[in-house]
């Protein structure tokens, strides 16, 4: 069990670059899943892996093997010793409950933040069930602000909120590709994607890089998404390459952290890839075939780490609450 409840702690630094170098190889709807896919399975198997960590030193006290009927003649789950098992349970445990306390700290924060952003659209504030419903159509609010802002704003009903200092900022069809863009986030869900790379990264440090990734492929993704409904890429590169320069100088206060906005990330990077083909050919398909393998292999590893060390875990905890002259 000893290797195997390690292994899930150890794979996301690889597995974190694996990710990222992938994404940018792929379709910005196909890059952001397959982010947000692995940085909920690595931040899972990193829960479960402490989590098992803290229930075997649990267990080799005194008091944990009494409490649940072990036989000591029995219970040898591992090769490390009674004593030796102390230091990692109280490292385990310590780290399970500073998750706790940082995951309790993330929510409050966001709930906080979307909270203040519906206040001033005068809605309600929105309960984390209307985060998780699928949404109805957005609704347009314009916000009297000669700063320029615009973000899309999860909740029911779900929200465009543009302020009339960015409006100002762009022509009719910049805006009407703007507006695309913020339509679609909220039909894409894409704070939810937000909140669970946020989440993940809470669990394991390495897992931290995947959010600016995240962020940078859901633009992406609402960037293509703005431009097939408008027709036009070039007029969707200009309208977010204008809002972008608009933002800078004058700029907004914070805007929530799950409210994804077209002036969010690399806006360079952003133009540059509409204005070229759709979906780019990549010359390196091996690469980005091997990277995907490399990938594949680290998460099937860690969820087959994972089930090892709990099948062994359960196994041993059977095992010694058995009869002991059996």
């Known amino acids: 069990m000893t290797i195997a409840v390690w292994a899930p702690l150890l794979l996301p630094l690889p597995a974190a670059p694996l990710a990222r170098r992938l994404a940018d190889q792929l379709a910005p709807r196909a890059a952001a899943l397959t982010l947000a896919a692995t940085a909920l399975a ?11 960590l803290t229930v075997t030193g649990l267990l080799h006290l005194p008091y944990g093997a009494a409490l649940a009927h072990l036989s000591p003649a029995h219970w040898h789950p591992s090769a490390l010793s009674d004593l030796e098992w102390l230091p990692t349970a109280a490292v385990t445990a310590t780290a399970l409950l500073a998750i706790a306390a940082l995951a309790a700290r993330t929510a409050r ?9 519906r206040a001033a659209t005068g ?15 957005a609704a347009l609010t314009v916000l009297t602000d000669d700063r320029a802002d615009a973000y899309a704003l999860p909740g029911r009903p779900p929200r465009i909120v543009a302020t009339t200092g960015m409006l100002a900022a762009l022509t009719g069809p910049e805006r009407a590709a703007l507006l695309a863009h913020e339509r679609a986030h909220l039909a894409g869900r894409h704070h939810l994607l937000l909140a669970a790379a946020e989440y993940a990264a809470v669990c394991h440090p390495a897992l931290r890089t995947l959010r600016p990734a995240l962020g940078y492929h859901l633009e992406r993704w609402a960037d ?9 890429r070039a007029l969707t590169a200009r309208a977010i390459g204008r809002a972008a320069l608009a933002t800078a100088r004058t700029p907004a206060g914070p805007r929530p952290r799950l409210a994804p906005a077209a002036t969010a990330g690399p806006v360079p990077r952003r133009v540059r890839a509409l204005l070229t083909a759709p979906t780019p050919a990549h010359p390196h398909r091996a690469l980005r075939t091997l990277a995907a393998l490399a990938l594949a292999g680290c998460l099937t590893a860690t969820t087959c780490a994972t089930a090892e060390a709990g099948h062994d875990l359960h196994h041993a ?10």
Request: with cysteine.
């Open 42 to 52: 690595l931040g899972a198997a990193t829960l479960a892996s402490l989590g098992l």
């Open 109 to 117: 924060h966001q709930y906080a933040d979307l909270r203040r952003a």
């Open 123 to 137: 809605d309600a504030p929105a309960g984390p069930r209307a985060l998780l419903r699928r949404p109805g159509p």
């Open 224 to 232: 293509e998404c703005a431009a097939a409904e408008v027709g036009d």
């Open 317 to 326: 905890v059977e095992t010694a609450q058995g009869d002991p002259t059996d």
